[in-house]
């Protein structure tokens, strides 16, 4: 399994931003598509956003489209989750995953997931 460490969650207004880290270790992200996906009480999981492993397919939830940017920087093995305009209904747990697949169409089946980072937007 690889491992995938999530940072950058927090306590955050409506309206604010935060920017979530996926970062890998044992492996290059180089050869990785990822996935992020969030958890709300009392809800299922949802995906949120991928990213390819070239970085030039990136998918988005339409709840988050125009709000979300996902980003990878290869020389850190890291990839980003730009969060803006935050609003209540992003709350839950943020999740990281690799391999699975980002592709035009969609994205899944993601088998390795990081511990998830907390993110609460109340006022």
């Known amino acids: 399994q690889l491992h995938l460490v999530e940072s950058g969650g927090g306590l955050v207004q409506p309206g604010g931003s935060l920017r979530l880290s996926c970062t890998a270790s044992g492996f290059s992200l180089d050869s990785y598509d990822i996935g992020w996906f969030r958890q709300a009480p009392g809800k299922e999981r949802e995906g949120v956003s991928c990213i390819s492993h070239s970085g030039l397919i990136k998918k988005y939830a339409d709840s988050v489209k125009g709000r979300f940017t996902i980003s990878k920087d290869n020389a850190k093995n890291t990839v980003y989750l730009q969060m803006n305009s935050l609003k209540p209904e992003d709350t839950g747990v943020y999740f990281c995953?690799?391999?699975?697949?980002?592709?035009?169409?969609?994205?899944?089946?993601?088998?390795?997931w990081g511990q998830g980072t907390q993110v609460t937007v109340s006022s």
């Open positions: 995953a690799a391999e699975g697949g980002c592709y035009t169409t969609g994205w899944g089946g993601f088998g390795s």
